[in-house]
């Protein structure tokens, strides 16, 4: 951008007062920023950037990709403190959630878990605990059967509830989803044959032309191409 540029666009600047700036309030600012729209660390060396940031500020200190690494490390740090000064004094147990699943497109299995817990002002938190363990809600695979026995061999019995006799519980969704799918395979002819008309009338203007003069010689109700209610 050249000089001119920056004078048309800076035409409209406002006056400012005398203000303390705050380095380390900026550095701070600039990691949460980084880690809450997952940034690349790079972004703090690029030209664009800085001169944004020198536009603002011009007694800046600007920072480099290691530097900003090292501050958000520390701020993990500092919050993973919290967290775990929070998790000893709470009153109550934790229940977890799990669920495992694979990507079609990269033929990869992903597993994901989630520790729920309810603290003394009964706000949610969610963190991984090993001892305060209430539920392990997961889908209804027999795999997941044998990860419970080799979970239980990890755990110390007498601080789950009954032992751990209560410690796995199967999701009712999937469950659900499960009766559902065998109940659609039923019929799951009959629906492809279905999809596949619509598919072929939908594809082109004149078939669908074809199609309402047909219904209309049959005098059968219908819906226009992306209405929410067909009819008939």
Not at 40 to 50: K, N, Q, T
Not at 55 to 70: C, E, F, G
Not at 215 to 230: F, H, I, P
Request: charged content about 25%; proline content about 2%; glycine content about 4%.
């Amino acid at each position: 951008m050249s000089n001119s540029d920056r004078n048309v666009m800076g035409s409209s600047c406002l006056t400012l007062t005398t203000q303390h700036f705050d380095n380390d309030c900026y550095r701070s600012e600039l990691a949460r920023m980084i880690v809450m729209h997952d940034y690349p660390l790079s972004m703090v060396e690029h030209e664009g950037f800085r001169d944004f940031c020198l536009s603002l500020q011009p007694l800046i200190k600007l920072v480099s990709r290691k530097t900003i690494r090292s501050d958000i490390v520390r701020m993990y740090e500092e919050e993973n403190a919290k967290v775990m000064k929070l998790l000893t004094n709470i009153p109550g147990r934790v229940a977890i959630t799990s669920n495992m699943w694979t990507a079609t497109n990269q033929k990869k299995g992903y597993m994901t878990v989630a520790a729920h817990l309810i603290n003394e002002s009964w706000h949610l938190q969610d963190w991984n605990i090993d001892r305060k363990l209430s539920t392990l809600t997961l889908d209804n695979y027999s795999t997941n059967n044998c990860m419970i026995d080799l979970l239980l061999d990890k755990l110390v019995p007498s601080s789950l509830i009954l032992y751990g006799q209560l410690l796995h519980m199967r999701c009712v969704a999937h469950i659900l989803n499960l009766i559902v799918k065998s109940g659609l395979e039923v019929i799951n002819c009959g629906v492809e044959k279905i999809r596949d008309s619509v598919a072929f009338w939908t594809a082109t203007p004149k078939r669908m032309e074809k199609f309402e003069e047909a219904a209309r010689q049959l005098n059968l109700e219908y819906a226009k191409k992306g209405s929410d209610v067909v009819d008939g």
